[in-house]
């Protein structure tokens, strides 16, 4: 079965510390990959994608992710995470083509930035 | 400006009494879903509509039911809540095609069972 696993249950870094949250699946064919993000009391929303092309995704709010398909990851990075970036961050796949956006989740990882 | 709206935010209900929850939406999407997320948990999907159509995933219960009146409105029928089913409950919405997959969610209804 599909699975996505986040390596981190909870993050704590200080402002202007960089940030590196992993994520693996387990498929084996071609997938699009999601980071999807929900700030204290608001909904989740898309932080960013990967569909085909170049492996490097920027998304909102100075976030990238770069897809190493050999290693069957897509790690999220930004060079200096601010206090505002405190939230949860999921990863997401779904099979490229497959189910009406049957997203794969992943349980999450929890980031607090102290000020 | 809220896209996705779902009501109630917070929801009490007893061990068996039957639950609605309401989803709405102002963008029009063919696509409706309802996931259950569990505490620390991934959210996992429930069902799906595509228009009319009606798709289940294999493992939801059949204490969960779903009806989608029209475009904009989406319910999620819980017909004898357990403790088991104490949860998020997250509705989203999409464009169908190439695009599926980038889901815009609701702030999700949250369900006690006692």
């Known amino acids: 079965a599909q699975s996505v696993s986040q390596h981190n249950h909870h993050v704590i870094l200080s402002e202007a510390a960089s940030l590196e949250l992993g994520c693996n699946y387990s498929?084996?064919?071609?997938?699009?990959l999601f980071w999807y993000v929900q700030y204290p009391g608001q909904h989740l929303q898309l932080l960013l994608k990967?569909?085909?092309?170049?492996?490097l995704v920027k998304g909102i709010k100075g976030f990238e992710a770069e897809f190493i398909k050999s290693k069957f990851s897509f790690n999220l990075r930004k060079p200096s995470v601010q206090w505002s970036d405190t939230a949860e961050y999921f990863c997401?796949?779904?099979?490229?083509?497959?189910?009406?956006?049957?997203?794969?989740f992943g349980k999450g990882t929890k980031l607090s930035v102290k000020p | 400006d809220a896209m996705v709206i779902q009501n109630p935010r917070y929801q009490v209900t007893q061990f068996g009494k039957p639950v609605t929850l309401s989803c709405s939406q102002t963008?029009?999407?063919?696509?409706m879903y309802w996931y259950q997320q569990k505490s620390s948990q991934a959210p996992k999907l429930l069902f799906h509509?595509?228009?009319?159509?009606?798709?289940n995933e294999a493992d939801t219960p059949d204490n969960f039911q779903s009806r989608r009146p029209n475009t904009s409105f989406c319910f999620l029928d819980i017909r004898s809540p357990g403790l088991g089913d104490a949860a998020m409950y997250l509705c989203?919405?999409?464009?169908?095609?190439?695009?599926?997959?980038?889901?815009?969610f609701g702030e999700g209804s949250r369900l006690t069972v006692l």
């Open positions: 989203a919405t999409s464009l169908p095609g190439t695009l599926a997959g980038e889901l815009f």
């Open positions: 498929y084996g064919g071609t997938v699009n």
């Open positions: 990967y569909f085909s092309g170049d492996p």
């Open positions: 997401a796949v779904t099979p490229y083509g497959g189910s009406q956006g049957n997203l794969i």
């Open positions: 963008l029009n999407h063919n696509v």
């Open positions: 509509y595509y228009d009319k159509d009606f798709n």
